[in-house]
Every structure is written in C-alpha cells, then in structure tokens.
C-alpha cells in the first residue's frame, strides 16, 4: 500500500530565506508524486509532478522538487520565500488509481 | 474555461438530518472523488467513481454515498449527518488514471450540531 508522511505540520521561515519541506514516501510500485497547495479557504491547486521522468521536477512559483529513490523521499524546495507562500501544503502519492496524501504542512513566512 | 464547482459552499445542519453535497464538473472527466480534511489527517479519500454506473469505497466511507448518473455530477449524500461528520469537503476529478492528477473544487464547509 502506498503511504505519504510529512515532517514538521508547521514550517515557518523568514522572507527570502529558503523553503524546504519534506516528503517521505512509501509505494510498492513505481510512484508518481505530486505536490499540492491550499490557500486558506480554497480548494488544493497542483505545484508539480513526478510521473517517472526528470528527477528534478519544476513547478509553478518558483518550486522544485527532487525525486530520491534511494531515499523514498521527494521535498519541496523554494530558492528565496515570499510571504504570498504562506499556505498549506500537501504531498502525495499515486497509487492504485488513487491518491494517498499526507497531513500536510504549513508553512509560515515572516517579514 | 473548466471547472468543477461544489455547492453549497457552507452548511449546518443537525444530527440525524440527510444532507447532499453536490459536484459538478466541465473538464469532462471519467473519474470523480470526494474527499474530507480534517485537521492533521490530511485529505482523505470517501467515495470516487471512474464512470457513468461505477462508484467505489474510500478509506472512510462508513455513514456516506455516492451516485453517478452523468458524466459532470458526482453528489455526496451523508444518510444521517452525525457530528463525527463535521468537516470541509472536497470534490475532485481527473482524467488519466496513471499518472492521476486530480482537480479539485473550492470545497464544502459542512457543520452538523
């Protein structure tokens, strides 16, 4: 069964200072992995994708993502954090046709 | 432009009360699914449909259903509202199932007293 947990359900940083959140995975088949985001009292917008091509995988605003099989691990990283990152975010991972997310992480950005 | 919009956006109902959640979607999709998030659990997954006819069981589908009579409207019926049930829903669907990227709705509020 595939599984996603999420270190740290708070992250918080400093504006410009770098965003790393983490993503550890389990699958017993090849994975394909996402990275979502929600903004409060919205619906999850998708940042990026693995679906077994580049490991690195660039996303929208500026995120990235690393794909480590040695390591099950895929985390988000952002260069230089702006205080519109503020937000909620949630890794996941296909599996069975379904998605199976994490609890998610907020992340915090302070001026 | 597509999309998939869920309504209503707020509700409060009471314990014992039916209570249907709909989603309606325009990206002509085959498969469609519901989800609740509740703090520190994430999404987790209720009921999804891969087609007109086809509903299955998620992870927590105890006390809810599902029907899938057109391609665009997948709704959620809570049978009788609980307070366990209090949570924000939320719609998606998808059109590859391999690589399962899924779009999501703005969500439900949904408060049972």
């Known amino acids: 069964a595939q599984s996603v947990t999420q270190l740290g359900s708070h992250v918080s940083v400093s504006e410009g200072a770098l965003v790393l959140l983490r993503c550890n995975y389990s699958s017993s088949v090849p994975p394909y992995l996402f990275w979502y985001v929600q903004y409060p009292n919205q619906g999850l917008q998708l940042l990026l994708k693995?679906?077994?091509?580049?490991?690195l995988v660039k996303g929208i605003n500026g995120f990235e993502a690393e794909f480590k099989k040695s390591e099950t691990s895929f985390h988000l990283t952002k260069p230089s954090a702006h205080m519109s990152d503020a937000a909620e975010y949630f890794c996941a991972v296909s599996g069975l046709n379904k998605l199976v997310f994490g609890a998610g992480t907020i992340l915090r950005v302070k001026s | 432009d597509a999309e998939i919009t869920q309504s209503p956006r707020h509700k409060i109902t009471e314990t014992g009360r039916q209570v249907t959640l709909a989603c309606h979607q325009t990206w002509n999709h085959n498969n469609m699914f519901w989800y609740r998030q509740d703090l520190g659990h994430g999404l987790r997954l209720i009921h999804y449909?891969?087609?007109?006819?086809?509903?299955n069981k998620g992870e927590v589908s105890d006390g809810y259903s599902v029907s899938r009579s057109n391609t665009e409207d997948l709704p959620l019926t809570l049978e009788s509202a609980a307070s366990s049930q209090t949570s924000v829903y939320f719609c998606?669907?998808?059109?590859?199932?391999?690589?399962?990227?899924?779009?999501f709705g703005p969500g439900t509020r949904l408060t049972v007293l």
């Open positions: 449909s891969y087609g007109v006819q086809d509903t």
């Open positions: 693995y679906t077994s091509a580049a490991t």
């Open positions: 998606a669907s998808s059109e590859q199932l391999a690589t399962n990227e899924q779009f």
